[in-house]
């Protein structure tokens, strides 16, 4: 493995998403970008806030915060912009950050317990152990937790 490929594995992006603190692996994130138009449309999924234009790209805004939290956001200072794959596809997918953006370096922890799927491991950052998420976990939790609210079925 070259010092580059080891410096990408070890750099996160610590963000703040419903008031709550958690890392995401860098290389998945493409970029942050400041608040742009939501552009709502009727749908029948609550896991979708709306879609963003950026690049040409026509971009889901996923909120994960009620995953995450237990709330969902009123505001946002940031989209985060990363790329999901999904089988031999990938697509992008943006989630909308409550709070500042940080690039930071450590090595990645198993996640502590039974967590959720989407935990994938815990970093030290400073004097705080921060959850690092899975943005493909993620997004499939949210999307199965809406599916499930829809049909009356409890999540698993």
């Keep these: 493995m ?14 703040q998403i419903g008031g709550r603190k958690l890392a995401l692996r860098a290389d998945v994130v493409t970029e ?3 608040p ?11 896991a979708v806030l709306g879609v963003i234009i950026r ?4 971009i889901p805004v996923y909120d994960v915060a009620p995953l995450l939290a237990g ?3 009123l505001t946002q200072r940031f989209y985060l912009v990363a790329r999901r794959h ?27 317990g039974d967590g959720p799927a989407y935990i994938c491991g815990t970093l030290a950052v400073g004097e705080q152990s921060l959850d690092v998420v899975d943005f493909d976990a993620l997004v499939t ?5 809406d599916d499930a609210a829809g049909s009356g079925e409890v999540p698993s």
């Design 141 to 145: 939790s949210q999307e199965s937790a």
């Design 71 to 73: 709330r969902s956001l």
């Design 32 to 34: 942050l970008s400041a």
């Design 2 to 15: 070259t010092a580059a490929n080891n410096t990408a594995q070890n750099s996160f992006i610590v963000v």
């Design 36 to 46: 742009v138009r939501l552009h709502a449309f009727p749908h029948t999924s609550r």
């Design 55 to 58: 690049r040409g790209r026509i």
């Design 86 to 112: 999904i089988g031999q596809a990938s697509e992008f997918g943006a989630l909308p950050v409550s709070g500042e953006c940080e690039l930071v370096s450590g090595e990645m922890q198993p996640p502590a």
